[in-house]
C-alpha cells in the first residue's frame, strides 16, 4: 500500500476509547502510531465502525473527531478533523508537541537529502 501521509507519524503504544455513535457506545482500542493529522487504531476483533469516530487518547489528554481511512482486518487508519483537549495543556506540553513536530519535520528533511523519500 503506498503512503501519501504529509506528517510522519510516530510509532507508539496507547490504550484509546472509540465512541461509535452518538448515543455514547465505546470500544476500547490500541493506538500504534500517529502524527499531527491521524492515526493507525487497532481494535480487539473487526469491529463495525461507522465513517467518523471520536477517539479519546486519556494519557495524551486528548481527544479527536476522526474520518476513517482504510480498514485491514482489525486495524483502521484515521484522519483527524478536530482536535479537542480533555485536560488544560501545560506550557510544557505545548512546547514538547511543538519540539515533536519539528522533530518529525527534520527526520523527513534528511530523508529527503539522502534520498530515500
Not at 484509546?16 to 482500542?29: F, R
Not at 502510531?33 to 489528554?61: D, H, M, T, Y
Request: glycine share 8%.
Amino acid at each position: 500500500m503506498q503512503d501519501r501521509r504529509h506528517e510522519t507519524r510516530d510509532k507508539v503504544l496507547y490504550g484509546g476509547v472509540a465512541e461509535i455513535n452518538e448515543y455514547g457506545s465505546t470500544v476500547d482500542c490500541v493506538v500504534r502510531n500517529i502524527s499531527e493529522g491521524g492515526a493507525c487504531v487497532e481494535f480487539e476483533q473487526a469491529a463495525s465502525l461507522p465513517e467518523e469516530i471520536s477517539l479519546s487518547i486519556p494519557r495524551k489528554g486528548r481527544s479527536f473527531l476522526a474520518r476513517l481511512i482504510w480498514r485491514q482486518a482489525n486495524k483502521v487508519g484515521l484522519a483527524f478533523r478536530l482536535m479537542t483537549s480533555d485536560t488544560p495543556v501545560s506550557d510544557l506540553d505545548e512546547r514538547l508537541r511543538r519540539s515533536e513536530i519539528k522533530k518529525r519535520q527534520l527526520q523527513r528533511r534528511i530523508r529527503e537529502l539522502l534520498g530515500e523519500g
